[in-house]
């Protein structure tokens, strides 16, 4: 495990799309698992400048996410896929068909997390992972339970996440209480994970990169991965 240390957001976000970009310009087809948020934002701003300045372009890449609200489409302004068009997808130069979120209006949600597991595998589940981390401990929609997920599942919200998204929601009523979400299973397969907590979560991201691992509280199986740059 790897901890990088930023003062700033604007200084963490730099770093983490130097280490994206790193991966790009090293393995140009290389498979990308992406987060939304606002931890990654600022991260995506700095490889959207890249690529307009000519320094980084995104041919060959593959994307996937790690998670989509159950009920909303993807034009839809809250869903995860308008967030990452907005943020990414339209500002570079991805392939088309090259980017993937699971489809939180698919009718059946345990056969849509079975084809969204197929497909991470298909693309080799991922060359590096960037995730985010909840004020609960979350990682992807993984809420605190009593056993890891192995693979994509469908998941209900806890009150915590869902009082904490509702600050991009009109009225905590209009926060989705299901998502479909990769598992802890499906995140230990990728070949390396940046952790990138915003400021407000300091606390509980050390904790997850030092503290004890125990089954209740889902991301510190985190540590166990050889390959995990926390920042
Ligand atoms: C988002 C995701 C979530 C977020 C987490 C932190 O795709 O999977 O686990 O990473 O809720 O969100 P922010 O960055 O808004 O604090």
């Given at each position: 495990m790897r901890i990088l240390k930023a003062e700033k957001y604007e200084e963490m976000s730099a770093l983490v799309a130097g280490v994206i970009g790193a991966r790009v310009l090293l393995q140009p087809r290389c498979g990308l698992v992406l987060a939304t948020g606002s931890s990654p934002i600022g991260t995506y701003e700095k490889l959207v400048e890249a690529h307009r300045a000519g320094r980084l372009e995104f041919s060959q890449v593959r994307t996937v996410n790690l998670d989509e609200y159950c009920g909303l489409s993807g034009d839809n302004p809250q869903s995860y896929r308008y967030f990452m068009e907005k943020h990414l997808f339209s500002q570079v130069n991805l392939p088309q068909g090259g980017t993937h979120l699971p489809n939180g209006t698919a009718p059946d949600m345990e056969a849509e997390a079975r084809r969204y597991e197929a497909l991470v595998e298909s693309l080799g589940y991922a060359d590096l992972q960037l995730r985010g981390i909840g004020h609960n401990g979350h990682i992807g929609f993984n809420e605190?339970?009593?056993?890891?997920?192995?693979?994509?599942?469908?998941?209900?919200?806890?009150?915590?996440?869902?009082?904490?998204?509702?600050?991009?929601?009109?009225?905590?009523?209009?926060?989705?209480?299901?998502?479909?979400?990769?598992?802890?299973?499906?995140?230990?397969k990728a070949r390396r994970i940046l952790l990138i907590p915003g400021a407000d979560k300091r606390a509980i991201a050390e904790k997850a990169l030092t503290g004890p691992i125990p089954p209740r509280v889902p991301r510190p199986v985190l540590p166990l991965h050889r390959h995990l740059t926390g920042i």
């Open positions: 605190p339970c009593d056993s890891f997920p192995a693979a994509v599942h469908p998941v209900e919200l806890t009150e915590s996440t869902i009082q904490a998204n509702s600050r991009l929601f009109d009225r905590v009523e209009d926060v989705p209480t299901r998502a479909i979400t990769m598992g802890t299973g499906t995140t230990l």
